[in-house]
């Protein structure tokens, strides 16, 4: 975990694959929305149209939306070894909107 991400690294066959993943809160009726980057197969940077692609495809939120309730997601702050959802009032933590991803 770092400041505003994730860094995931998945064991597979042959080529590993790795990313950076953030999570915000969602445009609309989303609840979240999730982003990746610097996404690397086999140490080569996958373009972001395919990651986009692959991200849209496994992406929950669709199906969120379908359910017969509302679903919401209090904004979510990734920090150093911590994850915290909803307001940290004590540390005044907040990921900037302008925090490359």
Known sequence: MERCA???RWTLPGPDLSARLTL???PG???FSIHADTVRYGGI???GLLVDWVVRTFDPTPRLRRL???VALAPVYIGQERLE????KDTG???P???PR
């Open 68 to 70: 017969p309730m509302a």
């Open 85 to 88: 959802i909803g307001e940290a």
């Open 29 to 31: 009726h989303d609840p």
């Open 97 to 99: 909107s302008g925090e």
């Open 6 to 8: 994730v860094r995931v």
């Open 93 to 95: 933590a907040t990921c």
């Open 45 to 47: 940077r996958l373009p």
């Open 24 to 26: 915000e809160s969602g």
